[in-house]
């Protein structure tokens, strides 16, 4: 296996760029190009931090070469395989063959298997091995060709019918077209070769999917009992435990994964849900919120979240992610094909208690019934609007100066417009200029400010009727620009714009500011 090529695949799939995850292991960019290039980098402490980050077990020297070979199956280098074939001593026809099968080889390191896959059905014809099959299948595997790559693996078996490779490739295949009782009986008979701990994994996954809990956790303690250090296993069994109401020791489990692997989003994910069940709904937002620094759009997480600061009766934060959750997921929780306003509920089973959330569907909007209150949730999906906090110039006849502002930047006029009206039927207005709009406001502003650790919560609340909340995409130097002048004046400015269309509230009175 191009160890490189398959950081650099693992790398794409959890969207990082090359600059990102360099930034995170603390090397350069060209570092990391370095390693993806390389088909067997040296086993160091930055490809440990990159596998780490990566979500990729190193236990041991081993792993290195069979990284999971549930998604990824390895194949034989050109000169192994000819090994394999047994063939005649012919210098010439050795070498001949080791170019072609070395082509094949390259082809598929760099993910062209429909190229090499034409080499090694050639070669089938000629020379029907037994490596040459599972080579094929191999291919099609890779291809999502998951019949046809049984088919060729049954020719492997045929020629040897305890061939650990072929029965893998196999039972992998099968798994994919969800022939999970199939899969099983392929999987024994490869533990009859080789007794690993990935082959007692993937059993227990296949027993996990027809809902078989109880064997499910046997194989995952098996594959345990070889491999401690096997996090997926342990989050695994913890999710079983959990489906069997065993909280204590998925407790275990779920913690042991992340103890394994701290970048193991699911596991954060599942520690939240967890948390969330019991009704400590402090501890599953922290958990939900580091797996969505893992995996932003994580759909349990988004989920879990929403319903947790429901919970917590931070609902405009709510509001937030439950926006992410039906851009990301919408045919999931409607039916997009029923007449608009049709009445949808979410049941929300806990340990102690059963939360109920009703919505209405519109095309470009849903309204979430919370505790008697409707709220709208804007499904456009062009841009989210920009958040920021910080300080914009006002200049006069006395000069210019730094005035704290809160502001929010629309990427599309809708949102734009109906953000002014709403505040305008919420308040008594005074409009003194035509651009931009500078408003005098009488009745009292609430705002709210959650400082986080990477970013700003921002809450501001018109006359108790209409709400502006928004994330802000970093905490930078604009929110202590903003604290310090706002100490300076005891006032702010609320900055709305779209394009040069500017609505500007000059917050005199009244304003209830929270930091928090």
Do not use: W
Not at 104 to 116: K, P
């Amino acid at each position: 296996m191009h160890i490189g090529k398959y950081l650099k695949k693992k790398r794409e799939e959890m969207g990082y760029s090359q600059e990102r995850l360099g930034e995170l292991v603390e090397v350069s960019e060209r570092t990391i190009r370095r390693i993806e290039n390389n088909s067997n980098p040296k086993v160091n402490n930055t490809f440990e931090k990159i596998c780490n980050i990566l979500n990729i077990p190193l236990s041991d020297d081993k792993n290195i070469k069979k990284l999971n070979f549930n998604k990824d199956v390895d194949y034989l280098k050109p000169s192994e395989m000819l090994s394999k074939l047994e063939l005649e001593n012919s210098q010439a026809l050795y070498f001949e063959l080791d170019n072609k099968l070395m082509d094949a080889y390259r082809l598929a390191q760099e993910g062209n298997y429909e190229d090499a896959l034409d080499i090694y059905l050639a070669f089938s014809v000629i020379l029907p091995k037994e490596y040459i099959y599972i080579a094929c299948a191999n291919m099609y595997y890779m291809l999502d060709e998951y019949s046809i790559a049984i088919e060729y693996s049954e020719k492997a078996l045929a020629i040897n019918e305890n061939s650990y490779e072929g029965l893998i490739i196999k039972g992998i295949s099968l798994g994919k077209l969800e022939d999970y009782d199939s899969l099983i009986d392929v999987l024994h008979k490869a533990l009859e070769v080789n007794k690993t701990d990935e082959v007692y994994y993937n059993i227990g996954v296949a027993y996990h999917m027809t809902e078989k809990l109880d064997e499910a956790i046997s194989y995952y303690d098996k594959c345990i009992e070889i491999n401690p250090y096997f996090e997926r296993a342990h989050l695994n069994i913890g999710v079983c435990y959990f489906a069997k109401i065993n909280l204590e020791k998925s407790l275990y489990h779920f913690n042991t994964a992340i103890k394994l692997n701290p970048n193991m989003y699911k596991a954060h994910a599942r520690l939240g849900g967890y948390y969330r069940f019991i009704s400590e709904d402090d501890k599953a937002v922290k958990y939900f919120k580091r797996c969505l620094d893992l995996d932003k759009s994580n759909k349990q997480a988004l989920f879990g979240i929403s319903m947790s600061l429901i919970a917590l009766g931070k609902i405009s934060e709510a509001i937030i992610y439950f926006g992410r959750l039906f851009k990301l997921y919408l045919k999931d929780y409607v039916d997009i094909n029923k007449a608009f306003g049709e009445s949808y509920a979410i049941v929300d089973i806990g340990y102690k208690k059963t939360n109920i959330i009703t919505y209405e569907y519109y095309r470009d909007y849903i309204i979430l019934s919370i505790e008697g209150k409707s709220y709208k949730v804007n499904l456009s999906t062009r841009s989210d609007s920009f958040i920021f906090i910080g300080a914009l110039p006002i200049s006069d006849d006395t000069g210019t100066i730094l005035y704290p502002t809160l502001g929010k930047i629309f990427k599309n006029k809708e949102e734009f417009n109906d953000t002014i009206e709403q505040i305008k039927s919420s308040v008594q207005l005074m409009q003194y200029f035509d651009k931009p709009i500078h408003i005098n406001f009488e009745k009292e502003i609430n705002v709210n400010i959650v400082e986080r650790k990477k970013d700003v919560f921002m809450e501001i609340i018109f006359a108790n009727k209409y709400r502006i909340i928004g994330i802000t995409d970093i905490k930078g130097e604009g929110f202590k620009t903003f604290i310090k002048l706002f100490k300076k004046y005891g006032q702010f400015r609320v900055h709305l714009e779209f394009e040069r269309e500017v609505f500007i509230i000059d917050a005199l009175k009244n304003i209830n500011l929270n930091l928090i």
